[in-house]
């Protein structure tokens, strides 16, 4: 079936022209699919690079070579590079500052580009202007110069890498974080790009005191107007799609039992801007939704989780907690993805499959969500409120993407999607296959 799927796509990719941007992270390399599977996509970026690599001439090694992601896809198929992602902001800072230091950033992205062999790079600050991870740290007032720095920054890569590398942008989902997409500034900044990767998702996050859909129709079609508003053309745009599920603690005294959309959540956000531990995401990957082996064993060594095939020995309390996105390593202070050791890792939820949990089970809550989750059909998005354990689930379904290539990337005549990311949907490809599915149709 996925096969007579790609072979159609491809066909209708060479009348039509129709991108299928995929980014591919570090986090989530285990049971990447081969090329019969992923000769759909048409761009294959592969995150992430820091921004501050290239504000010297210091040489970047990516996390696998380019020939080797390369054999991952079809023949066609681009291999990008992506520099920054969430919580990296510092080095475009830095870089976008003057002109003398825009062209010295442009000039080592073009050298790495070059010297590695990748078709093109993707600049994924999130975001100019403000509202980054480090927005309390340092307020948005503070960055009021990268709005305009930010096009200049974009011109000054696309002189250096020139027309024959392709140039594309991740830009925000919600209207709040668009400080740097005016309609003064959107001209300039499209202008450089060949794609933009629209991150339609994340559209309820730590920052929100209610419960809502994180990528719904209704939303994400939002997020195209908003672009649509300055000034950017429907054919460079991607329609972003999230391979994972988001999940929130709702505030016990809410009532979330008759009005689950907007019900009040606990707070999720500690004042200096840090996550509080009580909301996360959970991947569609085997690691977090396959039932583990019969025969699990306890860990002798004190690793432990899906990739050591291992359980968590009880007298640690140990947890074993997921790699959601790239994110969420550095917001967990894991260093292993696949396994995880002691107390200071409970706050987050735990996964019971392989951990004796001393809290919430994110696992249990998640198989009630799958099974007894619901539609909200005038919104277009999934959603479940677990009331044994306060917690509000939301997630994209294949129904809801489809509702999205009609309503949407058909409607909107929208030029591609994209995806985050191949590796978080590991169990089944059920969401890879409906993307697929709905560029054919």
């Known amino acids: 079936m996925l096969k007579s799927l790609v072979f159609s796509l491809m066909a209708v990719q060479a009348a039509m022209g129709s991108r299928f941007a995929m980014y591919i992270d570090q986090y989530h390399t285990v049971d990447l699919p081969g090329s019969d599977q992923t000769q759909a996509i048409t761009h294959a970026i592969m995150a992430f690079a820091p921004s501050k690599q290239f504000n010297t001439d210091s040489s970047f090694t990516p996390f696998e070579t380019v020939e080797t992601m390369r054999k991952r896809f079809g023949p066609d198929t681009k291999v990008m590079i992506a520099i920054g992602g969430w919580g990296d902001t510092a080095g475009f800072s830095d870089g976008a500052k ?145 391979y994972y599920a988001k999940w929130f603690t709702t505030d016990p005294n809410s009532d979330c039992a008759e009005h689950p959309i907007g019900c009040a959540v606990v707070t999720l956000e500690n004042p200096d801007g840090s996550d509080t531990g009580k909301s996360g995401a959970l991947t569609f990957e085997k690691s977090t939704m396959a039932s583990p082996p019969d025969n699990l064993k306890t860990s002798t060594d004190g690793t432990c989780g899906y990739a050591k095939g291992t359980k968590c020995p009880s007298v640690w309390k140990l947890v074993f907690l997921f790699s959601l996105l790239n994110s969420t390593k550095t917001l967990l202070g894991l260093t292993n993805p696949n396994s995880g050791t002691g107390d200071d890792f409970c706050q987050a939820g735990c996964l019971s499959d392989y951990g004796e949990c001393k809290g919430i089970s994110v696992t249990d809550s998640w198989r009630r969500a799958l099974k007894d989750g619901k539609m909200d059909e005038q919104l277009g998005g999934q959603y479940y409120w677990d009331s044994t354990v306060n917690l509000f689930w939301t997630w994209d379904t294949p129904e809801i993407i489809d509702r999205k290539f009609k309503d949407i990337v058909a409607a909107e005549k929208l030029g591609g999607v994209m995806a985050w990311s191949l590796g978080e949907d590991t169990l089944n490809w059920e969401h890879l296959k409906e993307m697929q599915k709905g560029l054919v149709q």
């Open 98 to 242: 003057d002109e003398a230091s825009r062209t010295r950033y442009a000039k080592n992205v073009a050298t790495m580009i070059n010297n590695l062999g990748f078709d093109g790079v993707d600049i994924d600050w999130e975001y100019p202007g403000g509202n980054g991870e480090d927005y309390k740290k340092t307020p948005n007032s503070q960055k009021t110069g990268e709005i305009e720095a930010y096009p200049l920054f974009l011109q000054a890569i696309r002189d250096a890498i020139g027309k024959d590398k392709i140039l594309s942008v991740a830009v925000p989902g919600k209207r709040g974080d668009m400080i740097a997409f005016t309609k003064e500034q959107g001209p300039k900044i499209w202008s450089s790009v060949d794609m933009v990767n629209v991150m339609s998702y994340d559209l309820m996050n730590r920052r929100d005191n209610v419960t809502n859909h994180h990528t719904s129709v209704a939303g994400s079609l939002d997020t195209i107007k908003a672009y649509k508003e300055i000034g950017l053309d429907t054919a460079k745009m991607n329609l972003g799609f999230a």
